[in-house]
Nanobody, 118 residues
């Protein structure tokens, strides 16, 4: 069974930085897309950033120029470096891994809280 374990969340002041990490286990992760999504209270879940196993990245509009996603295919880990954090970045952040070719799958981590507040 695939498991995704997130770490690195917490409370940070506006303008600060935080790094989220996600460790995947229990499966084979070739030809997959790994990503970070977030969901603020009362809002829909949205894409923060994603990266394919080949290294192609995609960023949501809120993350461009401030966040950097990186992936280690050997360790099956995913990181999100977040800089210049704003109060509106406050949300639960979820790690996701999905494969759209057979065998397909889509898994989520349990979520980790990030709070940006002075």
């Amino acid at each position: 069974q695939v498991q995704l374990v997130e770490s690195g969340g917490g409370v940070v002041q506006p303008g600060g930085s935080l790094k989220l990490s996600c460790a995947a286990s229990g499966g084979s992760f070739g030809a997959t897309v790994m990503g970070w999504f977030r969901q603020a209270t009362g809002q829909q879940r949205e894409l923060v950033a994603s990266v394919t196993s080949g290294g192609t990245t995609d960023y949501g509009s809120s993350a461009k120029d401030r966040f950097t996603i990186s992936r280690n295919n050997y360790k099956n880990t995913l990181d999100l470096q977040m800089n210049s954090l704003k109060p509106e970045d406050t949300a639960v952040y979820y790690c996701n891994i999905r494969r759209r070719v057979t065998p397909t799958f889509n898994y989520w981590g349990q979520g980790i809280q990030v709070t940006v507040s002075s």
